[in-house]
């Protein structure tokens, strides 16, 4: 493994990370990895953790994000399983979770962050600390929604999560793509980087590597285009020190056009099915 990338944590603490190309799965190491990565979400401004907005791009960020909330449930429904039983795991505030359960699904939702679970709870939304205290022992779909890369200890954590799916069963798996334009483009400044906080950056061959390995087979690989546009604005601001709107947006456009044809959109849906 070698030296890809030196990157800073542009979001909170200005400290500084390498990225380490691992060749076998195509995908970037952060290093190094703290082992209190609580401090680094500590911020009333990470957004994934509360409902508030406060900029011009939290408040894109959340729009996205509602709209989002229906496409989702569309693609759940589309895998037509039986029981329908929905583990969602990095959960955040749980609107996720809720959308689903009002659509005729037994969804729970697993999110380690307080204060998230906390704003989760405001709207009458339960979600477990871990899973120790979760409903199933085997469930239909498990989705992560921009989870895999922060979650330690990954080989262990795969392990656990693909343990608790039925046979035939899906995981969605919501990730960027660090072979995107924008990626490329901002190099250093991407903010989907986002050290220390994604541990792991993925390529369209990392994914399916990785599951493999645990009985898990690609169906389908799908763009989120919005995420161009989210990830150039923020990665504008970290390079410039300040808001370029129109400029990121342009750079999200340029990638999303850029990537019909070569297909590395900034961020991908993986939907898997369990073969064993």
């Not at 493994?1 to 995908?27: G, Q």
């Not at 399983?81 to 969602?88: A, I, N, Y």
């Not at 505030?93 to 962050?113: H, L, M, Y």
């Not at 995420?227 to 990665?235: E, M």
């Amino acid at each position: 493994m070698k030296l890809y990338l030196k990157t800073k944590d542009y979001f909170n603490t200005h400290e500084s990370f390498d990225l380490i190309y691992n060749p076998e799965l195509d995908m970037l190491i952060t290093d190094p990895q703290p082992k209190d990565l609580d401090k680094y979400y500590s911020s009333d401004y990470y957004i994934s953790h509360n409902d508030q907005r406060k900029s011009i791009i939290d408040k894109i960020y959340k729009y996205v994000k509602d709209y989002s909330l229906s496409k989702k449930l569309r693609l759940i429904d589309s895998l037509n399983t039986t029981q329908k039983k929905l583990l969602d795991i990095g959960a955040g505030t749980g609107d996720f979770v809720k959308t689903i359960n009002q659509n005729s699904w037994k969804a729970e939702g697993i999110e380690p962050n307080i204060n998230a679970r906390n704003q989760a709870k405001k709207k009458n939304i339960t979600l477990h600390k871990d899973f120790d205290t979760i409903t199933y022992d085997a469930y239909d779909v498990i989705t992560l929604w921009h989870v895999l890369e922060h979650l330690p200890d990954l080989e262990n954590q795969l392990i656990k999560i693909t343990s608790l799916l039925k046979k035939n069963s899906f995981i969605i798996v919501a990730v960027p793509n660090f072979k995107s334009y924008d990626a490329q483009h901002y190099q250093k400044f991407w903010a989907a980087y986002d050290t220390p906080r994604h541990l792991w950056h993925f390529s369209r061959n990392s994914i399916p590597a990785l599951l493999r390995k645990h009985n898990m087979e690609l169906i389908e690989t799908k763009p989120m285009y919005f995420d161009s546009f989210y990830v150039s604005l923020l990665s504008e601001k970290y390079k410039s020190g300040k808001n370029n709107y129109l400029k990121g947006f342009m750079l999200g456009l340029i990638s999303n056009i850029k990537a019909l044809y070569t297909k590395e959109y900034s961020s991908l849906i993986y939907i898997l099915k369990k073969t064993q």
